[in-house]
């Protein structure tokens, strides 16, 4: 197909469900800017819709995925294979700078790559702004650009361009960081949550709400301690896995700020179709599960850096997970399916066989952890 009848195709798709999804979506009523803006959940979700896509009105942000995805029909080599162009961009505002597990500075590139990965892309390269505030070390800056690069390294991204600010004390939290990156996606890649089909299996690469415990351990706000690591980690190497052996994958996500439910909701959101969930298959470690329970969270709502959720067809899901398992996760497995109800919602099926609904995340329970 002529890649600019392809984005026609996907401009009217996505506009014929903008209605529907809006109806769906949370209603922007503060006044002032919250916390909970930058939780991933309700409000991060009312605030982009009715504050930047409202006023943007951009066909690709109505996408709502984690990239943009890009044709350039007149640029010569751009898209005669049929490829396009991802294109995404995040920010980093963690407190601790670094953690058990990784730091500022491996999430940040990690985050870009897995962004674009979850879009079907193949990463290549990426860009690094930091916002400084004065009185930072210079040994600790070290350290957190070191660990950008062994990430950019480790993942086979290059990082090619950036720029540096510094803000008096008092202004930064000792750094900030925005990365944006780039990667192309293979023609053969079609991913869209309008294309789920009731049936479809949901799999998950591994355990879940790592990362956000591992950082509020870290924090040392807690009279507990566990030691929990991060998860933060590269998964384009797993999606690449993935898409291979299961070509006909019809969506994925990371589940980073508001955790598996909120991306869980998304995907039932933006499909109209019922997601269910099966807690016994949901994977949390011991120690991780243990730390939530004391502090009154529910893991499917803790953030990850370095886990994905998948929606493949039924009789690719073996074989994805397969190819999951040899490329590296070996604990990913499948932790629900598709279903015609409830429509355009998540339904979690509990260990004694009862169902209760999950709903996106609403407040902003763990503090700047992405």
């Known amino acids: 197909m002529d890649p600019k009848n392809r984005l026609n195709e996907d401009v009217h798709r996505v506009h014929s469900n903008i209605e529907r999804v809006r109806s769906r979506a949370p209603r922007l009523k503060d006044e002032r800017v919250t916390l909970a803006h930058g939780a991933g959940g309700k409000a991060s979700a009312a605030l982009v819709e009715q504050v930047f896509v409202s006023a943007y009105e951009s066909a690709e942000l109505r996408q709502a995925e984690d990239a943009a995805l890009l044709t350039f029909p007149g640029s010569p080599g751009e898209g005669d294979d049929g490829s396009r162009i991802a294109f995404s961009t995040d920010s980093y505002v963690v407190d601790p700078l670094e953690f058990p597990g990784g730091s500022i500075g491996d999430l940040a590139v990690n985050g870009t790559?897995?962004?674009l990965a979850v879009s079907?892309?193949?990463?290549?390269?990426?860009?690094?702004?930091?916002i400084l505030e004065e009185g930072l070390e210079i040994a600790v800056l070290r350290?957190?650009?070191?660990?950008?690069?062994?990430?950019?390294?480790?993942?086979?991204?290059?990082?090619?361009?950036?720029?540096?600010?510094?803000?008096?004390?008092?202004?930064?939290?000792g750094v900030y960081i925005t990365t944006a990156g780039m990667g192309r996606i293979p023609a053969s890649v079609q991913l869209d949550a309008h294309g789920l089909q009731p049936g479809d299996r949901i799999l998950c690469s591994g355990p879940i709400a790592d990362h956000g415990m591992a950082v509020m351990m870290a924090r040392g706000d807690l009279a507990i301690s566990a030691p929990i690591e991060s998860d933060t980690r590269a998964i384009?190497?797993?999606?690449?896995?993935?898409?291979?052996?299961?070509?006909?994958?019809?969506?994925?996500?990371?589940?980073?700020?508001?955790?598996?439910?909120?991306?869980?909701?998304e995907c039932a959101q933006l499909s109209g179709l019922g997601i269910v969930l099966e807690d016994q298959h949901l994977p949390v470690r011991d120690m991780t599960r243990a730390a939530c329970d004391m502090l009154g969270i529910d893991p499917l709502y803790v953030a990850n850096e370095g886990t994905f959720l998948a929606v493949v067809p039924a009789e690719e899901a073996d074989a994805g997970l397969d190819a999951l398992h040899a490329a590296g996760a070996p604990e990913a497995c499948a932790v629900g399916r598709v279903a015609e109800s409830p429509a355009a919602q998540v339904a979690l099926v509990t260990g004694f066989g009862g169902t209760r609904m999950v709903d996106m995340l609403v407040g902003d329970p763990l503090p700047r952890i992405c």
Do not use: Q, Y
Request: no cysteine; charged share 20%.
């Open 113 to 115: 790559v897995n962004d």
């Open 236 to 265: 384009n190497g797993l999606t690449a896995a993935l898409l291979d052996a299961a070509p006909h994958t019809r969506w994925m996500r990371d589940a980073t700020r508001g955790g598996v439910a909120t991306v869980m909701n």
């Open 120 to 130: 079907g892309a193949l990463p290549e390269v990426i860009s690094a702004a930091f």
């Open 143 to 173: 350290r957190i650009v070191a660990d950008m690069h062994a990430a950019a390294e480790k993942a086979g991204v290059r990082i090619v361009t950036g720029d540096t600010k510094v803000v008096p004390r008092g202004h930064g939290d």
